[in-house]
Each structure stands twice: as structure tokens, then as C-alpha cells.
């Protein structure tokens, strides 16, 4: 069993720095651009890595908290890939079956974890804001992939929309990863498991507000940007 975890932990490591160089080259690349989609299928593909190994190593060594932002990580990144299958979801396309499983496992996943933050608060105090905080996401962006399943996006830019957002959020994982397990700083540690994600996501809102601004004053979807899975 211990080479066994050696070599998930070598395999997790290894795609995990997959992942973050990746996910940096796909957040500075032209979206749409043959290097952009390149990048965005490694990136996706070290996820997929980040994943197996983390569910394995977390169920070895019993850290139910590792489990579950395993699968909080990892279906950002599945609804964010997918989006890019569902660009006629305005026009009444109907989602796959594996599209209702990454939903329900995002909500899942996302109740788990607010019931977890209780847990911390209780016994760690402000650690209980990490969980609440990823619970809280991860639930309202899994509601929010139902929703759009019955009640359908306007406009023919939704998934571009969905599809950055969702990456984004991804990428803030494996960045927020990296810097806690090479970061301590005291009782504020905490902190490093948020920071990222808030300014990340601040970094990907700017992005995508300028290809908004692209859009505005056009009719919707005339020019919808060109990326492709």
C-alpha cells in the first residue's frame, strides 16, 4: 500500500504542475487560438490526473476534506469542458446524461462541503470558511447548470461564458493547491485557501467582461467567440 501511495503521489504531483502550466498558458492565450485549445485539453487532462490520484490518496489516508475539493476541482473543470458541447443549449438542445451527472455531483458536492464547514468551525474556527466558501460555490454554479436545463440561456454566447468561468474556477483550484502546500503563514494560513480563488476569479471576470463589451450593441450571437473542444 505504501508504494502504491508513493506513486499516486508522484502522479498527483505530476499533474498537478500539468495543470497550473497549462491552465496559465490558457488564461493568457487568445481564446479560440490553436494554443489556447491545446492548452485548455492538457490542462483539462491534468485535472483528470489531479483527480484519480487525490480521491485515491484521500480515501487511503482518510481525509474526507481532500476528497471532497477533489471533486469540487474536478467538476468545475467537467462543466466548464462541457459547456463547449452545449453551445445550442438556447435552442432547446437537449444535455447528455453525463451533463445531469456533473450537475448533481457539483450540487452534491457542494452540500458535502457546507455540511463540512460546520464541522471546522466548531473545531478549527475560521477554517470553517474554507469549505463554506467552496460548498457555497460549488452548489449555486451546479443549481445554476439545472437551471439552464429547463429554463434556457439567451443568447448564442451563454457557453462561452460558462465555459471561461468555469475553467477559471478550476485553475484557481490547482493554483490555491500549490501555494498551501509550499505556504504557511501561521494562524492566517486559511487565508491561502481563498485568496487565490477571489483574485482569479477577479482576473477571469476581466476577461470575459471584454469580450461582453465585444458583444454589446451586436445582435446576440452574430459574433460569438471561436473556441472549439
Known amino acids: 500500500m505504501t508504494s502504491l501511495l508513493k506513486i499516486m503521489l508522484v502522479l498527483h504531483i505530476i499533474s498537478g504542475f500539468l495543470s497550473l502550466a497549462c491552465g496559465l498558458f490558457s488564461m493568457l492565450n487568445k481564446k479560440g487560438a490553436r494554443q489556447h485549445r491545446l492548452t485548455g485539453k492538457l490542462f483539462f487532462y491534468g485535472m483528470t490526473g489531479v483527480f484519480i490520484t ?40 437537449q444535455p447528455a446524461v453525463l451533463d445531469w451527472i456533473i450537475s448533481v455531483t457539483g450540487i452534491v458536492a457542494g452540500i458535502a462541503l457546507i455540511a463540512f464547514s460546520y464541522v471546522w468551525f466548531t473545531q478549527r474556527g475560521m477554517w470553517g470558511s474554507v469549505p463554506l466558501t467552496f460548498g457555497t460555490f460549488c452548489l449555486l454554479s451546479g443549481w445554476k447548470d439545472i437551471r439552464h436545463f429547463f429554463k434556457r440561456p439567451s443568447g448564442r454566447s451563454h457557453w462561452f461564458f460558462t465555459h471561461g468561468s468555469r475553467m477559471g474556477g478550476a485553475f484557481a483550484a490547482t493554483v490555491t493547491a500549490f501555494i498551501v502546500v509550499n505556504v504557511q503563514i501561521g494562524s492566517l494560513s486559511w487565508l491561502l485557501w481563498i485568496l487565490p480563488g477571489v483574485l482569479i476569479g477577479s482576473w477571469t471576470s476581466i476577461i470575459l467582461s471584454r469580450y461582453r463589451k465585444q458583444l454589446q450593441g451586436k445582435k446576440a450571437g452574430s459574433h460569438e467567440p471561436a473556441v472549439t473542444p
Open 54 to 93: 487525490a480521491t485515491c490518496i484521500s480515501i487511503a489516508r482518510n481525509i474526507p476534506f481532500l476528497f471532497m475539493v477533489g471533486f469540487f476541482s474536478y467538476y468545475l473543470a467537467c462543466s466548464g469542458y462541457r459547456a463547449l458541447y452545449l453551445k445550442k443549449l438556447h435552442l432547446q438542445q
